[in-house]
């Protein structure tokens, strides 16, 4: 349970939902997967990125503005996110 409010946004395909946010590089329609590193589970503020980012993140040492830049965070519906998230998961092989 969470006392916010979630965020809603009005996308176009899917009406309006509660909105989510991934980095520029995962709404991008890449054919190859760049991996998808959720930061935030919280179905009401659902957060991920790709990688590169969390590369990227790890190097800078935070969010530093370098950081947001290669980031650039997009506002997406949750059915977005989830399809970023089956676009963009690299499968897992041994
Ligand atoms: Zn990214
Ligand atoms: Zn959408």
Redesign the pocket.
């Known amino acids: 349970m969470t006392a916010t409010e979630p965020m809603m946004i009005d996308c176009g395909p899917h009406g309006k939902r509660v909105s989510a946010v ?5 709404v991008q329609r890449d054919p190859a997967p ?2 998808f590193v959720e930061n935030n589970g919280d179905p009401h503020d659902l957060q991920a ?6 590369e ?1 993140f790890q190097l800078e040492g935070g969010m530093t503005d370098a950081f947001k830049q ?3 965070m997009a506002i997406v519906c949750v059915v977005c996110y989830d399809e970023s998230t089956a676009r963009h998961t690299i499968p897992v092989t041994e």
């Open positions: 991934v980095c520029r590089h995962l760049c991996g990125w790709c990688h590169r980012c969390e990227t290669y980031n650039g």
